[in-house]
Structures are given as C-alpha cells and as structure tokens.
C-alpha cells in the first residue's frame, strides 16, 4: 500500500509545475485583474486585442485559480505524505515522523529545481507566522495540561528564560570570537551580527519537539519542562530577535539603549499576556450566551484565539504568549458552557489544523533547502553546530543544579540529559534568518541554520527514542485517572493547602486554593451561564473524567467481542444513564450534612447564643446541680423540642438536659438557682429540704435517666 501511495506527491508536483508552464491559447483575452461589478462579472477587454471570432468548446483559464489550486494541492501533497507515513509499516517505530515529511520535501525540491532549472518556492516569513504558527501554539496551549504546566511553571520560566539568555549570549560571543580568529573570511560579521545569529539559532522549536516526545510517551514532568520550555522560549527568542535587529539599524549603541532593550523586552512580554488574558475572558463570555445557537459556538474559539495574535503582532507584542494565555484562559469556561458535540468539533478541528500545519512546515523545510544562495564555510558552520549542543547542556545542568534546590521533585540527571538532547531546531529559526537585512554574509547565516536545522531533526530526532530506551526514563501512564484517583488528589491538595495556611506559608497550594476560591465566587458565575453551572464538586469531578473516557474511547477504535451476545448500548441509552447518574449524585450530595472548611464555617446562630464556653470540664453532678449550661425545655409528654436534640447531636459532652425545679420557671431566664445563690439571701427551710441526702439522689437517678434518653435520640437515623 505504501510503495503505491509514495508517488502520488511527485506526480501531484510535476502536474502543477506542468500546468504553471502553460500558456494562453493565440487571441484569447489576459484576465482582467481590477474590481468586479457587485453582483456581476463583466470584464473590461482592450479594444486592441483581438477576440475570438467562433466560439470555443473548451478553454484553460488557470491564472484564475492559480492561488487556491495550488495551496490545495500542497496540502493535498502534505495529507499524501503523512498517510504514506503511517502506511510504511516499521518506518514510524525507527524514523521521526518529522524526518520523512522534510526528506519528501527534499525529493520534491529536487524534482521541480530539475524541471523548471530554478529554485523552487520557499515557504515565507510572514506565510509562516500568520498562518502556519498560529494554530500549531493554539493546538499545543488549550490542551496543555495545566495541573502540571503550573506546577512547574517557576522551573519551565527559569529554562525558558534565563536558559534562552544563556544560550543567546554564549552562542553569540563565541561565535564572534570564531570570526575573529578568522579575519580573512568571517571578519565583515560584527558582534550585533553574531548576537542576532545567535538569538534565532537558540530557538527550540515546539513543533519538533512535539511530534518527538509525543511518539516517545515520556513521563509528564519531562514532557511538560520540554515542551513548555520550548513554548516560552520562541516568545523570548522572538524578542530577543527583534531587540537586535532593532540594534543594528542604530548608528550606534549606547547604555540607555542597552536599558531601554531590556524594559523592551519585558514589556512585549506582559503585553502578549494581558491581550491574551482579555481575549480569554471575552470568548469566555461570549460562549456563554451561545447555547441557543451551538452551531457557532466553536467559531468565536478560532475567531478570539487568532485576534489575539494579530493584536499582539499589531501592538509588537508577543503573539505566541497572547495564544497560550488566551487557551489556557477560556479553556474550562468554554468546555462548561458549550455543548458535548461543540467541544468534541473543537477538539477534531483543532487537531487536524495543527496537523495539517505542521506537515507543511516539514515539507516546505525540505522544499527550500533546494536553493542557489547557500554559502560555505566550515569554521563557521562546524563552530555552530558544536556551540549549540555545548551551550545547552552547560545550561540544563547549571539552571538544573540551582532549580533542584528549590523543587520537592528533584529533576534527575537522565531527565536532564533528555532536556539538553531535546533542543530541536526547526521552522521558527529558519524564517527567521530570512527576515535579516541583506548584508554579505546572509547567505552563510542561511546555509548555517539549514544545517543545524537537518542535523538536530534527523541525528538528534533519530537518536532520541534508543537513548531514552537507554537510559530508563520514565514513561507515561496510558491509564486515564479515575474518579477517585482524582477525589483523593483534591483531598491531598486541600489538606496540603491547610497545611500550608495554618503554617503561615505561601506556597503553590495556598495560591492555587486561593485561584479555586475566586473562581469559584466571582468567575465561574460570571462566565458560565446558569443552567451549566454545577454545584456539586463530586458531580464536576465525574462529568470530567466522563469527558476524558469519552475522549479516549473515540480515539481508540472499540473492541468487539464475537462471542458477547450483548448489544452496545444506543446513544440515547448513555444519555439516560448519564442524566440518571448526574441527578442522583446531585441528590445524594444534597442530603449529606454540610461539609465544614476553613473558607464556608457554617456557623449555628441559635447554639451561639444559647451556649457559654466550659472553662473546665466538670464532673455530671456539678453540671446538673451548679453549672448547666443550655436550657431544653421540657414539654407535658416528656419529650424535649426537636432543637434540643440538634444541638444536643454537635454537642454532647457540654449539654445537659434535666428537669429540675432549680431552674426557674420562665426559659427567658434560664439562670440555675445555684447561680442565684451568690446573692445575699436567707437560706429557707425548703433549701435546706432540697440540700438533703435524699433529694440529691432523686436528682442523680432523674439525670441518669434523661440523659440516656437523649444519648437514645442522638442516634443517627
């Protein structure tokens, strides 16, 4: 099957090429380009040119369609090449998946240059950043994992920062060293030269690094340092790329520019972040009032995500931070408040947009590498390649010995080793070098990235899977987590956040109980309609791990056995089973008693009043003769009020319920008369009747009796 599918790209190729070498036929008018009429399509004809004097069968007019013909037929050719891909037996167990899609490239270039005896189309900048990127950063932010993307988030911030400033400045003043030593053939490349070499050349590309790790199953920790290192860090070389150039066009360089570069810098950050962060909320909002037309809901997700970047790009900010803040922002308010089929066609187009993305950016990797402008030089080109290994691992393992210090799971040397290995280059470099103004050595600088770039995907891509079988390293868990995998693991985050409280430290569980709080009272409330708002957590927690089964089972096809005489159940079946699931686990929360936390006390008003604190804990018969504290009126039948009972139940070591004709007659003053006998008065016979032997016993047996009657009612019904 593969060995018929492998051809089809080149012939698609060479039958485009062929039709670009046709020609008009003699005395047929050249189209005409200006604005149409509204609403009709007349053409205005020159009256030099001849037209046609019978009419024609048939006709070629492919420059009308040569814009949309050809943009499908290359995605028609990535499609092509990715199905063969999956199609070539043991190829995708041994050959990254990035590998082949640039080694077709390849093919391809080399097929058009031999045709057409020219170089064949590159894949532009801006085609790259406007269209391209886009959707591969929004694929990648709204499916980020975001327990474990925030829990790393201080060490992802350290590598993706600090370790791009590392890297940045070391690669580009030991390149400017090289040309140094090379006066006669690198000495035109100044030092702003290297520095701007060395911004684009450190920029890890997630699209590699994605395609390698995801095939590897590496564990989570790994997996989320990588990949949201290299997610930051193309926002950080992006504006590190910027500054320089900004640098070059300067007649000259002064401290305050130095200064105000790096207030630049952090400023196109927090700016990516804030657009992001407001585009976010306003989808959010926005899907809220969508659930009378669900059709549309997944439109305004596509629609808010992609302004976001191009307001970003207006306003020169970070446009890859907008995108991942904008994801991660709406991304459980949208799930809450569109449908079940909504979220499903989010998820399906987001994948296959991204995918199709990608396959195009390998391909046109390849495609352009077939080029007349390359320029050698092995000092330069050999200095590169080994900087850049050297300079990362440097890095990794410094920022990790510092970072191991701070985190409670140590990041290990093989994880390390991993880290460093897994510094991919890919498509971010390579347009990047081609936004350089011209000078000299350009053509070196793009002959340089190309190869850094071929070298990192196929040696160290290739590379990748038998070292981490290797070394050991922790794979992934394919086992979705259950309901009370993720019950338990609320409840350790609640505990260790207690903890933390009552400790006095603010770590990550205080503020992210904190976030829950204020989500929980202000944003979910304002962002999520009403009819999908839950109340129970339990009930939340079920309708998630029910979407990610959900997930899992369209994503593996099901397994059918012959010998079953059950038939799977119908559509409607589940959603009976799931409304009947849901209903009752909101009914069986409801009748459990409140629960008590440290942020909803729920405080008893009549307790309260009716109850004085113990100040030492006293024997029955001093309870019942001096200092009984709550009054529970007994009525005729001998029964106690229902309130009694409850507060009897919270608490019965400081309750005592007696009948005894030392309390006065009216409950509004429920002062003992042992109490009263602080007061001067003349001891009567009746006190002295009542202070006898024999009165205290039947005040012990009656009691006895009662409080036992009240122990008999607080038994849980």
């Known amino acids: 099957m593969a060995a018929f599918i492998w051809p089809f790209p080149l012939l698609i190729s060479e039958s485009l090429w062929a039709c670009l070498a046709l020609t008009l036929p003699d005395g047929y008018p050249e189209p005409h380009n200006g604005p149409p009429t509204a609403g009709f399509n007349y053409s205005h004809v020159d009256p030099s040119v001849d037209l046609p004097s019978t009419l024609r069968v048939f006709s070629l007019d492919y420059h009308h369609v040569q814009a949309p013909f050809e943009i499908v037929l290359w995605i028609m050719l990535a499609s092509l090449a990715k199905l063969g891909f999956h199609w070539s037996g043991r190829v995708p167990a041994i050959v990254p998946e990035s590998c082949v899609l640039i080694m077709v490239g390849l093919l391809v270039g080399g097929v058009i240059y031999g045709v057409r005896h020219s170089a064949p189309p590159t894949l532009s900048a801006d085609a790259f950043f406007l269209f391209l990127l886009p959707p591969i950063v929004l694929d990648a932010g709204y499916f980020l994992p975001g327990r474990l993307f925030f829990e790393n988030l201080g060490t992802i911030l350290w590598y993706a920062v600090l370790g791009t400033l590392w890297n940045v400045l070391g690669i580009g003043l030991s390149l400017y060293g090289v040309c140094l030593l090379a006066p006669s053939s690198l000495g035109d490349i100044s030092l702003l030269h290297c520095l701007l070499f060395g911004s684009l050349i450190a920029a890890v590309d997630p699209v590699a690094v994605l395609s390698v790790f995801q095939e590897m199953h590496v564990n989570e920790q790994l997996h989320i340092l990588v990949f949201g290192e290299s997610l930051l860090n193309d926002a950080v070389t992006v504006v590190l790329y910027k500054l320089f150039e900004s640098f070059l066009r300067l007649p000259s360089v002064t401290g305050l520019d130095v200064l105000v570069g790096g207030c630049r810098v952090v400023v196109v950050g927090m700016g990516g972040l804030f657009v992001g962060l407001f585009f976010g909320l306003v989808a959010a909002l926005t899907s809220r009032f969508t659930f009378r037309a669900q059709v549309i809901a997944p439109l305004f997700v596509f629609l808010y995500f992609y302004l976001s970047y191009l307001t970003s790009e207006m306003l020169h900010f970070s446009g890859i931070m907008a995108i991942v803040t904008c994801a991660v922002t709406m991304k459980q308010y949208v799930e809450a408040n569109v449908s079940e089929r909504s979220n499903t066609s989010i998820q399906y187009f987001l994948k296959m947009w991204s995918s199709v993305s990608e396959t195009l950016i390998f391909i046109f990797l390849g495609v352009s590498t077939i080029q007349d402008i390359h320029m050698w030089s092995w000092p330069f080109v050999c200095s590169t390649l080994l900087l850049c290994l050297v300079w990362r691992a440097t890095g990794v393992l410094l920022l990790t010995a510092v970072v191991n210090k701070l985190r409670r799971n140590a990041v290990t040397f093989r994880d390390q080793f991993i880290i460093a290995y897994g510094g991919l280059r890919g498509a971010i470099c390579f347009s990047l070098v081609f936004l350089i103004d011209d000078f000299p050595k350009k053509r070196l600088f793009i002959t340089t990235t190309i190869v850094v770039i071929l070298f990192t995907v196929f040696v160290q891509g290739m590379t990748i899977k038998p070292l981490v079988e290797l070394l050991d390293v922790k794979r992934k868990k394919r086992a979705l987590p259950t309901v009370s995998e993720e019950i338990h693991s609320r409840l350790l985050d609640h505990l260790l956040s207690g903890i933390e409280d009552v400790v006095g430290y603010w770590g990550q569980h205080y503020w992210k109980d904190r976030f ?36 899992g089972v369209e994503e593996t096809p099901p397994v059918v056995d012959a010998h079953s005489s059950s038939r799977p159940l119908l559509p409607e079946e589940m959603d009976s089973i799931r409304r009947i699931l849901s209903r009752n686990l909101q009914n069986f929360n409801n009748k459990q008693m409140p629960a008590y936390s440290r942020h909803t006390l729920h405080q008893d008003l009549t307790t309260d009043k009716m109850r004085k604190p113990l100040h030492r804990h006293q024997s029955l018969t001093e309870r019942c003769t001096y200092h009984t504290i709550t009054y529970c009126p007994q009525r005729a039948d001998g029964e106690f009020s229902k309130s009694c009972r409850g507060r009897a139940r919270l608490s019965r070591s400081h309750t005592v319920c007696s009948a005894s004709p030392r309390w006065s007659e009216r409950p509004d003053s429920f002062v003992p008369a042992a109490l009263n006998q602080t007061q001067p008065s003349d001891p009567g016979p009746a006190e002295e009747e009542q202070d006898s032997p024999q009165h205290r016993t039947q005040i012990e047996k009656a009691t006895k009796k009662q409080l036992s009657f009240i122990l008999e009612n607080e038994k849980p019904l």
């Open 516 to 551: 829950e709080q204020f989500n929980k009272k202000y944003l979910r409330r304002f962002l999520i309609g009403e009819h999908h708002q839950t109340h129970s957590s339990i009930l939340r927690v079920y309708q998630e791990v029910e979407r990610r089964e959900q997930q």
